[in-house]
């Protein structure tokens, strides 16, 4: 059985950073595209970017809102993926999403929510 | 960017009602479509790849069609536990897109 589960959201301040981790089980990690969805209190999901699998040597896509601040990667023993998070402003509040990128987006962990407030 | 738009964004419906949703790309996407359920409290669940192709699980009730610019969802016998948001993502071309969803209550 797959399984996505995300963890290190909480609250941080305007300005700060945070790391978010993604422990996966129950297919090969290193054969898989893994990307990170967010979405805002009460609105719709956005994407924020993409690993790719070790065959593409797991280089990394980012939506523009991302591709500055933001910094995704793995630890391919540990079968975790991360999305490291700089600078974040109130506007990055919200749920962020671990999801496996096969046959479209299959899988979903059940999200970690980042909450950006002074 | 690809623009993902999605009609209606709100419908009302039965048990037992056939639904339908549309989904339009700004530009041609060929079949990388995919389409999810979320309901409240949750998260999404992928119902169809490939603009037409059931993910693993999914009730046959459920089908879509489309390619190129224009697609459509359609559940052939509403059940209650269909009453959800729906959205559509392309992932023709980064970055990945998704539509605003549509609400599909009683």
């Known amino acids: 059985e797959v399984v996505l589960m995300e963890s290190g959201g909480g609250l941080v301040q305007p300005g700060g950073s945070l790391r978010l981790s993604c422990a996966t089980s129950?297919?090969?990690?290193?054969?898989?595209?893994m990307d990170w969805v967010r979405q805002a209190p009460g609105k719709g999901l956005e994407w924020i970017g993409r690993?790719?699998?070790?065959?593409?040597?797991?280089?990394?896509q980012y939506a523009a809102s991302a591709r500055i601040r933001f910094t995704i990667s793995r630890d391919e023993s540990r079968n975790f993926l991360y999305l490291e998070m700089n600078s974040l402003t109130v506007e990055d509040t919200g749920l962020y999403y671990c999801?496996?990128?096969?046959?479209?987006?299959?899988?979903w962990g059940q999200g970690t929510l980042v909450t950006v407030s002074s | 960017d690809i623009q993902m738009t999605q009609s209606p964004s709100s419908l009302s419906a039965s048990v037992g009602d056939r639904v339908s949703i549309t989904c339009r790309a700004s530009?041609?996407?060929?079949?990388?479509l995919t389409w999810f359920q979320q309901k409240p409290g949750t998260a999404p669940e992928s119902l169809i790849y490939?603009?037409?192709r059931l993910q693993t699980g999914v009730p046959s009730r459920f089908s879509a069609a489309g390619f190129g610019t224009d697609f459509i969802l359609t559940i052939s016998s509403l059940q209650p536990e269909d009453f959800a948001i729906y959205y559509c993502?392309?992932?023709?071309?980064?970055?990945?897109?998704f539509g605003p969803g549509t609400k599909v209550d009683i």
């Open positions: 999801v496996r990128g096969y046959h479209g987006f299959d899988h």
């Open positions: 129950g297919f090969t990690f290193s054969d898989h595209y």
């Open positions: 690993s790719t699998n070790k065959r593409n040597n797991y280089a990394t």
């Open positions: 530009q041609d996407i060929r079949n990388h």
């Open positions: 490939d603009a037409s």
């Open positions: 993502q392309q992932y023709e071309s980064y970055p990945y897109t």
